[in-house]
């Protein structure tokens, strides 16, 4: 029986430390999804967080300055600004009327800044199977590892 | 061949329904003509399958452009390499590519023991033939590969046409390794079914004796070897190809290919339990049940684009299908293992907590923790999904922070457990096994950080990289002395001796190995800088000790695309060391796409990635971005040896001499009882 308990105390240390990690990560790595119509309706408090939105990159909207992308995202007829400041190139396949999903928080002016972009094509596409990725050629996002 | 490829699919399935409801029947009613007959069902399901497998190609090959697959992925510049791996590159081709890799293994088990293990094998044909007739529902019913082009004419009657060329293929998976990586994961997934039919017949027909854990092991083993090659060779590909710099970001495809690894390689360790010990066999039993449905889930997550489909892209039609199998799956299993839960009834107790047992305890505790952490990250978008009204996800640190602690501990467990006795380990012997091991670890950490690798995690993960090695060394020297005094034969030979006698323990032994070399790449990671620049010809920038300067661009056409390339020169110490060349591919058919290709100069020491990243916009002058990654070769070195440790590990023993045979099975040495395999004692010091 004391074994046991040896047992239950070390599982029980391995569980409790993981399940803090993970809430540690999690507080620091949580992205909401939102639809740009969503996004419209959002609450000041809500609209601290970091988060994910997808839409069309609207015709002719694509404007590099130096240091930032600026474009225009579509939804179901809703428009969003957005401005890319990430160090990382934007996608071979971001360009008008493609599908990007970005990454980021809104700005004080209205634009929503993102730091991450990804994109794909808007013609037929199927993701490849195995380790591919949903979006491989739009991925810019990075880990630590 | 359309018409013919898609009639031996619709038999393939007849066959297979056969195979599993003839079985069923065969298992009542015990007519060993009936046992037969679905035997041979399965064999011809098998058959029809490579068939239809062989049309698709043939299509593919003679570039039939009436037909809707051949359009989408293949066009007539396509080389032969590609069109090959046209098969999998789309949903309906890669659902057909998993049937018949499937079959391959199915038909190896059919003909392999038609004449063994009889009162299991009926079961086991079950248990298959249920898993191809889902598959072949989908190759038949839901996603076929064998649709033609047709268009409604002026009439309102639909009617066939051919198109000129098709789309060509992805430029992403114009990639040598996207050739073999596919293959190879999908190997391991479906390889992974042959353990959960063994297991589960076993369960269900209350097989007696210790046979089926050992076939389920061997199966799992071939399984996990192809899952372990296919995540290596995919994260290359991301390394090589999709030019961030990284080789894994937590992706839902990534993850979902980690986690019937996990759950593999926790029920390898395991099983040793149940075999030595008959301890943990329910517990096994649902790590191959887990396998298997996390197999299901993850082609599940990379066919159907449940979790990255935000809200716009890719969706499909066989989400629905995937959850009502795995639910079917679930329900499977848990009525098995009600009916037979008192087969698997424990022999013994865990004795002390500095033991064999408890180290494969704390292993598997690890193990799962992992899995499940990966499992809940991936899927916590869907999650929210549903029980909350926002959609949340989390990223590379929630897997970091949890998978990191969890690594270095699995790292610890490998060089500790082997060491520790089985039942009780006196604090003497520990001791005398873990000063060496200690020392050199300690040592290795030291040199670490005099080359200034100094971070938190990467010390600790280097120290106990030599800890382990150290282990692994003295265990392979100690056995190879014993032969050595006993053959007269030298060392080295010795040591081939010592792993031929015991295939499996020292296999395992090269497993660790070369999993420590993939760790000594993963602690490489926390180093790894980058610049970006925009360059004229001329211009060179610096990173680390090296300096990069841009010589020149040119342009190469090509059959199917055309490439830019910029021509970058690597100094160190002014010395030229090799010239790079990254490109941009702009490919015809599939909208002007564009792929990027790394260009890298690889040591032991360090990676220098070169990515050229497109035009600046406003000056029109190329943009270099290059990144300096410690160590990343050792990962792909540390794959090598863990592919080699498995196939060792397959390899039957070979018979100990007779000088050895005699050593005293009374001995307590680990050792001597490591030398003579055949000695199956329960409570032996293996």
């Known amino acids: ?145 | 061949m359309d018409v013919f490829g898609s009639f031996t699919l619709l038999l393939a399935f007849v066959c297979a329904v056969y195979a599993l409801v003839g079985g069923i029947a065969a298992i009542i009613t015990r007519h060993p003509l009936l046992v037969k007959s679905t035997r041979q069902a399965g064999i011809a399901t098998c058959v029809l399958i490579f068939i239809a497998t062989f049309s698709l190609e043939y299509l593919l090959f003679t570039d039939n452009f009436s037909q809707a697959y051949v359009v989408s992925h293949s066009n007539r510049d396509l080389s032969a390499f590609y069109k090959v791996a046209a098969l999998w590159s789309g949903q309906e081709g890669s659902l057909l590519f998993w049937s018949f890799l499937l079959s391959v293994y199915v038909i190896s088990v059919l003909i392999a023991y038609r004449n063994k293990n009889g009162e299991l094998m009926p079961y086991v044909g079950v248990v298959l033939a249920g898993v191809q007739t889902f598959f072949l529902t989908l190759n038949n019913f839901v996603e076929s590969p064998f649709k033609t082009l047709a268009t409604v004419n002026a009439s309102g009657v639909l009617e066939p046409f051919t198109r000129m060329d098709g789309n060509g293929l992805n430029p992403l998976l114009q990639y040598p390794e996207m050739v073999i990586h596919p293959p190879n994961l999908y190997s391991g997934y479906t390889g992974f079914t042959i353990p959960f039919a063994f297991a589960l017949a076993a369960l269900l027909a209350r097989y007696p004796g210790e046979k089926w854990i050992h076939l389920t092991r061997k199966w799992t083993m071939i399984a996990w070897c192809f899952q372990s090659v296919g995540i290596l060779l995919g994260a290359h590909w991301a390394y090589a190809v999709l030019g961030w710099g990284g080789y894994w970001g937590w992706d839902p495809v990534e993850n979902a290919s980690l986690l019937p690894w996990l759950t593999g390689t926790a029920f390898l360790h395991s099983v040793m339990m149940q075999e030595k010990r008959g301890m943990m066999k329910v517990w096994n039993v649902w790590l191959v049940f887990c396998t298997f449905m996390l197999c299901i889930l993850g082609t599940f997550l990379t066919r159907s684009g449940v979790v990255s489909s935000v809200h716009a892209f890719a969706n499909s039609q066989i989400g629905p299908w995937f959850v009502g199998f795995l639910g079917l799956t679930l329900v499977v299993c848990f009525v098995a293992y009600i009916k037979n839960r008192d087969y698997l009834k424990s022999e013994n107790q865990l004795d002390s907590m500095i033991s064999r047992e408890s180290s494969f305890l704390f292993n598997n505790l690890l193990f799962l923790v992992a899995c499940i952490a990966v499992l809940s990250g991936t899927l916590f978008p869907v999650f929210t999904d549903w029980f909350t009204p926002s959609r949340i996800s989390v990223g590379a640190p929630f897997f970091n922070k949890i998978m990191i602690p969890i690594g270095l501990a699995l790292l610890f467990l490998t060089g500790v457990g082997p060491l520790l006795a089985w039942r009780k380990t006196s604090a003497d012997s520990l001791k005398r096994n873990f000063g060496w091991p200690l020392l050199f670890g300690f040592l290795f950490a030291v040199l670490a950080y005099v080359f200034d690798y100094r971070n938190a995690y990467s010390l600790v993960c280097l120290f106990l990289c030599g800890f382990v090695f150290w282990t692994i060394v003295m265990e392979y020297y100690r056995g190879a002395k014993v032969i050595s005094a006993r053959t007269g034969m030298g060392l080295l030979m010795s040591a081939h001796e010592l792993a031929m006698r015991n295939t499996r323990r020292y296999g395992g032994y090269v497993v660790h190995f070369g999993m420590v070399l993939i760790f000594i790449g993963l602690a490489g990671s926390a180093f790894n800088t980058d610049v970006q620049r925009t360059m004229n010809l001329g211009d060179s920038m610096k990173l680390g000790p090296y300096t990069l300067v841009l010589q020149s661009a040119d342009t190469k056409p090509e059959k199917n695309y055309t490439a830019q390339r910029m021509i970058v020169e690597v100094l160190k110490d002014n010395k030229q060391l090799m010239m790079l060349y990254p490109e941009k591919r702009a490919f015809q058919g599939r909208d002007q796409q564009n792929g990027t290709m790394v260009a890298i100069y690889s040591t032991l020491r360090e990676d220098v990635y070169v990515v050229f990243a497109g035009m600046d916009p406003d000056t029109n002058t190329p943009v270099i971005h290059a990144f300096l990654n410690p160590l990343v070769k050792w990962i792909w070195l540390g794959g090598v040896w863990v592919v080699m440790g498995t196939l060792l590990a397959l390899m039957p023993n070979s018979r100990a001499t007779l000088a050895v045979a005699a050593v005293p099975q009374t001995a307590s040495s680990p050792i001597a009882q490591a030398l003579n395999p055949s000695v199956t004692l329960r409570e032996g010091h293996d």
């Open chain 1, 1 to 145: 029986m004391q074994n046991r308990a040896k047992f239950g105390v070390g599982i029980g240390v391995i569980v409790v430390a993981m399940s803090f990690l993970a809430w540690l990560g999690y507080g620091e790595s949580k992205t909401y999804y939102h639809t740009i119509a969503e996004y419209q309706t959002l609450s000041a408090s809500e609209r601290a967080h970091r988060m994910r939105l997808a839409g069309t990159v609207a015709e002719g909207s694509i404007k590099r300055g130096s240091g930032r992308v600026d474009f225009t995202l579509e939804e179901q007829g809703k428009t969003l600004p957005i401005t890319y400041v990430g160090s990382d190139p934007l996608p071979d396949t971001f360009k008008d009327k493609s599908q990007a999903l970005v990454e980021g928080r809104p700005g004080s002016d209205g634009r929503f800044v993102a730091e991450h972009v990804q994109a794909k094509c808007a013609s037929k596409y199927e993701a490849a199977p195995g380790g591919d990725k949903p979006a491989p050629a739009g991925t810019t996002q990075r880990s630590s590892m």
